[in-house]
Structure formats: structure tokens, C-alpha cells
């Protein structure tokens, strides 16, 4: 039973443009949502998050969004740069914070820019 | 940021022998540790929760006595994967939350083959 989807594998950016990975997720009660961010050999880093008392959360050039009535966040990176190629996963917890809330993930999308 | 390393990289066991894999926090001190597995095409899943000194929490469907998780020290926790067997074969990777934060901070990953 997925209860966090990312039904896009890959996605490719031209650099410049505007990136936007979604997520869904079926567990309604989720109500703390991250992004990771992941380089190969490395493991996934912490990228952005959104608790479900908020529809958006911008740090830079992520913004995330999240629509609690479709179930459905997004991450969107304005502009895309080379380095932003890497696979992101979108991950959900009960609970709001990190720490010992178990965390929930997707399979990932491998976003690549396209200089 | 904070470090987490995991050894070794990767594995290649015969079936029936027992590997373990090692998950160390190298500049905080990590009061829980987290163990998942992800197998190809699908999501990291949580496997257990270790707090130190104290016995780890496993999901369900987990087998604690397959995978024997110890977390002696607040840098270190072990996972062995005993009497390995072919579909053990998989990416295990482990997090670990520091005392002072709430982040989790992701190890590379152990890719583990069994034969």
C-alpha cells in the first residue's frame, strides 16, 4: 500500500525554467510533509518542508505547495540550475516536526536540467 | 551539516551467512537511529527505530530476529542481516536525529547483494 505516490520517475528541465515534482498521498492523517533531495552515492538531504496548517512554504528558490482537500503537494525550483539534477523524494509523517515521527516515502523523481 | 556514514558501501554475501552494516553519526551525537530498506522501483521503508541503550522499536512485517538492530553508543548503531538469503537483497539505509535537532540526517546507503 503506497500511501505517498510520485508518479513521475524523471523529469528533465531545460536550465532557467521552472521545475515542479509532485506528490500525492492517500493517508489523510499526514500532516507534515518534506522533500529530500539526493545525489548518487550520497543519502537524501533535507530540502524543504510544509506543515498542513499552511498552503505554501518558500525558502529561495523552492517553493513547496500543498493542497490538503486533492491531497497533493508540489515542489516547485525557480530557476533550475545544473545542480539541482538529482532524484527528490517526497516523504509525509503524523506528527508535526521530524525526529521520532516515522517517516513515510515516495519512490522519487530523478529531475534533470538540461543546460 | 551533520554526517552520517554507513560501512560498508556494498556487499556480496553467499546465502546463509549473516553481514553486518554499520551507521555512525560522526560530528553529533544521534540519541535515535533509523533503519530502511528500499528495493528497486519502490520507496525508502522505515524498518525500525533504535533509541540508545534501549531495544528497537521494529515496523511491521519487520522480523526482529532477522534483523538484529543494537545502538551501544550515541555515534553508533549496527543492523546484521542474519541468514541472509537472496531477497534480503536490497539498499539499506539509516538516519540518525541528533540530541539537539529534530532533523533526520541521512547515511549513503549499503547496497547488499546476497547469492
Known amino acids: 500500500d503506497q500511501q505517498v505516490k510520485q508518479n513521475s520517475p524523471s523529469l528533465s528541465v531545460q536550465e532557467g525554467r521552472i521545475s515542479i515534482l509532485n506528490c500525492d498521498y492517500t493517508?489523510?492523517?499526514?500532516?507534515?510533509f518534506l522533500w529530500y533531495k539526493k545525489y548518487p552515492a550520497e543519502g537524501p538531504t533535507f530540502l524543504i518542508s510544509?506543515?498542513?496548517?499552511?498552503d505554501k512554504n518558500e525558502d529561495g528558490r523552492f517553493t513547496v505547495f500543498l493542497n490538503k482537500s486533492a491531497k497533493h503537494l508540489s515542489l516547485h525550483i525557480v530557476p533550475s540550475q545544473p545542480g539541482d539534477s538529482a532524484v527528490y523524494f517526497c516523504a509525509a509523517s503524523v506528527g508535526l516536526g521530524f525526529g521520532n515521527e516515522k517517516l513515510t516515502f515516495g519512490t522519487g523523481t530523478r529531475l534533470t536540467i538540461i543546460p | 551539516g551533520a554526517v552520517v556514514s554507513q560501512h560498508p558501501s556494498r556487499v556480496i554475501c553467499k546465502s546463509g551467512t549473516s553481514v553486518k552494516i554499520e551507521c555512525r553519526s560522526l560530528d553529533f551525537q544521534a540519541t535515535t537511529m533509523f533503519w530502511y530498506r528500499q528495493f528497486p522501483k519502490q520507496s525508502l521503508m522505515l524498518m525500525a527505530t533504535s533509541n540508545e541503550g534501549s531495544k528497537a522499536t521494529y515496523e511491521q512485517g519487520v522480523e526482529k530476529d532477522k534483523f538484529l538492530i543494537n545502538h551501544a553508543s550515541l555515534t553508533l548503531s549496527t543492523l546484521t542481516v542474519t541468514s541472509a538469503h537472496p531477497e534480503d537483497s536490497s539498499f539499506y539505509i539509516c538516519?540518525?536525529?541528533?540530541?539537539?535537532?529534530?532533523?533526520?540526517?541521512f547515511g549513503p546507503g549499503t547496497r547488499l547483494t546476497v547469492l
Open positions: 538516519s540518525a536525529r541528533a540530541r539537539t535537532s529534530n532533523e533526520q540526517f
Open positions: 493517508n489523510s492523517m499526514f500532516d507534515y
Open positions: 510544509i506543515s498542513s496548517i499552511k
